[in-house]
């Protein structure tokens, strides 16, 4: 189980240096531990996201892209992209946030996007969606779809 979470009012972030956890604003920029003051990693894996008003707090304050992945615990290939979706939140940590919505758990959101079909890849930026695309990825590809969505070369 990782130490990056994230709720309504920001992500919880473990300190690598002391352990404490960190909450951390959507909107910060450079955070640093309130402990030990060191500098706190940019998140680098997938986030599952626990509630609507937590996705809906990130999507509208969240300083770079929001990659999100709309999967479900039954869906086999959910399960192939799931291991893309990690590298592409480790070689892409502090240029977007990768989460992973889990439809059966939070069926609103599947509702309120409409997805009709999972894995499907949603890019959010400004508070909007700029892109989706439906079908399990290689993680390079997954990468020059949302640089492409984002507008990065
Ligand atoms: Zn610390």
Known sequence: MSDLQLDPRGFIIGCPSCAQRNRV???TRE?????C??????PSEPIEVPDAGA?????????VPVVVDFWAPWC?????????????????????IVVKVNTDALPELGERFRIRSIPTMTVHAGGKEVARTT?????????????GAVGVA
């Open 25 to 27: 604003a959507f909107s």
């Open 31 to 35: 955070a640093r531990c309130g402990r």
């Open 37 to 42: 003051k060191s500098a706190l990693p940019a």
């Open 55 to 63: 996705f809906d707090a990130l999507v509208r304050d969240a300083r």
């Open 76 to 96: 086999g290939p959910c399960r192939m992209v799931a291991p893309e979706m990690a590298r592409v939140a480790a070689s892409n940590a502090g240029r977007f």
């Open 135 to 147: 079908g399990a990825r290689p993680a390079a590809e997954i990468e020059s779809f949302v640089n």
